[in-house]
């Protein structure tokens, strides 16, 4: 295990480390943001930060059945795979949640994650937002633990009903 990382909990941690994280980790993003910036997204600080530590790595889940749905696939911290190509996703988010989001990688489904200027993040797909975190520390440990319920913020799809439904939708 690595040395203490009093922002995640020790599985959180060793889910990590196992993926090849480590608390000073810090790699090159310039390809990335190259690319990125071509297409029109702009990095805020706490997205580069972000990608510096944890870009290139599948973090698997350690709790696989969370309270409303199955977290059974990694997440997978890519922002080429989450964006290139997306661009219209990030302007939705900034549309219908406000801000400024930049691809930070991709979980359940393929859907794509996004972090916001402020640090909150989102995953977006199947015609849905759902929330990971209010910072990316926390959505990290949302990704690994499945700690409470994925909550869907909005519906995008004409149609679709939320996924997956919450406790007030089921009465």
Known sequence: MLADDSRFSARVVDELADAGWRQDRSIDISAWMAELDAQGYRVSEVAAQALRSFGGLSVGS??????????????TVDPILAGSGHRAL??????????????????????????????????????????????????????????????????????????????????
Not at 91 to 106: C, I, Q, V
Not at 133 to 145: K, L, P, Q, S, W
């Open 62 to 75: 350690a709790v696989v059945e969370g309270p409303n749905f199955s977290n059974d696939e990694p997440l």
């Open 90 to 171: 990030a302007e939705e988010l900034e549309r219908e949640l406000g801000g400024n989001w930049y691809p930070f990688g991709e979980w359940l489904s393929s859907s794509s994650v996004f972090v916001r200027d402020d640090g909150w993040v989102v995953a977006t797909g199947l015609g849905r937002i759902w929330e990971l975190g209010r910072t990316v520390d926390d959505a990290i440990e949302f990704a690994v633990m499945a700690s409470h319920p994925l909550e869907c913020l909005k519906i995008l799809a004409p149609g679709a009903k939320p996924w997956p439904p919450s406790a007030r939708d089921s009465n």
